[in-house]
């Protein structure tokens, strides 16, 4: 009887630590949860250069700090610089490029009247069935079907922009908690090793499949975007079509959704100046587009990410899209990196099923 009451007692203790352990983890979560962006980037860029800093403590052995401090300079340099230096310069090409459009410089009705004229009879009826028979018509339809995320963007933007000096905060606050990570991150890896209530075995394939995407992530899509943005930027520079850096950066950004990608800030310029009369110029422009930028995506990703880490491309699509409405630019690496590691739960699950080999094979 005794025996039975202290075991009661037991699991009584039991359970509220448990309950506790819960309680106090969400408390955490939630007083970081305004720092989660740049938790999430300070955990990024700590895995990303974590080779680089046991490559610095090699060669200084028993000094952390340094090593730490180091690549975090290095850091600065290499993504934080020159991230700045290119905003001010995508800010300046925006505002001069709008400048042109409200002097004449630029006359978007007219170009649209053009590129309208130059087109066959046939797609001229279809865009008049579509509604689109002029450039009022073009701008009340973009108007009615994007306004609700012009809306969501505009909320972002204005949020991101509303203090600079939030900004410089969430910077310290990845850069500091960058440098622990490149000291301590290894024992802090060995700690939650040991406290994940997993089996070893599951446990690390976890941890290892969510440092592979990471990297994977970065290197085989950053890497690539930054690469598509550079060459398209310069195509466009070349061909003397106005705001090349502004294009550049969008083709940079949409080279993140595999599939379509760059292509939809590139075929329709090409289409515009083949309608347009500029018939060379639209014939390098999508010989650029499919055989330069589209060809860095398929052969620098394999190498970058290696083809046995790679997420079929429509999951990285579909997932890119819903990080993206959920958790806004986070996503980008947010949403692959819960695509890969639900992959590779169930390839857990799979495998300890795998026993059941005396059923046949699923047909239909």
């Known amino acids: 009887m005794e025996r039975q009451s202290r075991h009661r007692r037991t699991q009584i203790e039991d359970g509220v630590f448990v309950a506790l352990v819960v309680l106090v983890s969400i408390a955490f979560a939630l007083v970081v949860e305004p720092f989660f962006g740049a938790i999430l980037w300070g955990v990024i860029v700590a895995i990303l250069f974590i080779p680089v800093n046991q490559g610095l403590l090699k060669l200084i052995p028993g000094h952390r ?35 042109q459009i409200n002097v004449g410089k630029i006359n978007i009705p007219h170009m649209f009247a053009q590129f309208q004229a130059a087109l066959p009879d046939w797609a001229s009826i ?20 994007l306004t609700a995320s012009f809306r969501t963007v505009a909320a972002q933007a204005f949020l991101i922009g509303q203090s600079a000096f939030s900004f410089l905060i969430a910077l310290t606050v990845m850069l500091y908690l960058t440098f622990f990570l490149l000291r301590d ?4 890896a060995r700690k939650l090793d040991r406290a994940a209530p997993l089996r ?44 090349a850096l502004l294009w550049g950066v969008m083709m940079g950004f949409f080279s993140l959704l595999p599939a379509v990608g760059t292509g939809l800030i590139w075929a329709p310029v090409a289409i515009y100046l083949l309608a347009t009369g500029a018939i060379w110029k639209g014939l390098i422009l999508i010989f650029c587009g499919m055989f330069v930028i589209g060809m860095v995506d398929n052969l620098l990703r394999p190498i970058l990410v290696g083809r046995d880490t790679r997420i079929p491309d429509y999951v990285v699509l579909i997932t890119t ?44």
């Open 126 to 145: 279809g865009l008049r069935r579509l509604g689109i028979s002029n450039f009022a018509a073009v701008q009340r339809l973009l108007t009615d079907g």
């Open 200 to 243: 070893v075995l599951h446990r690390r394939a976890l941890m290892r499949q969510f440092v592979i995407v990471i990297r994977a992530t970065i290197k085989g899509s950053i890497v690539v975007a930054i690469l598509q943005g550079l060459i398209g930027g310069l195509v466009f520079g070349a061909l003397g079509i106005s705001g």
């Open 65 to 99: 700090n340094s090593a730490a401090l180091l690549t975090l300079l290095l850091i600065i340099a290499i993504v934080i610089v020159p991230a700045i230096i290119l905003s001010i310069a995508l800010v300046q090409e925006a505002t001069a490029l709008y400048a």
């Open 185 to 188: 991150g290894l024992d802090l």
């Open 321 to 364: 899209l819903g990080g993206l409405q959920l958790f806004g630019f986070n996503g980008i690496v947010i949403g692959p990196v819960i695509a890969a590691l639900f992959i590779a739960t169930w390839q857990i699950v799979i495998r300890t099923r795998s026993h059941e080999a005396g059923a046949p094979p699923l047909t239909f």
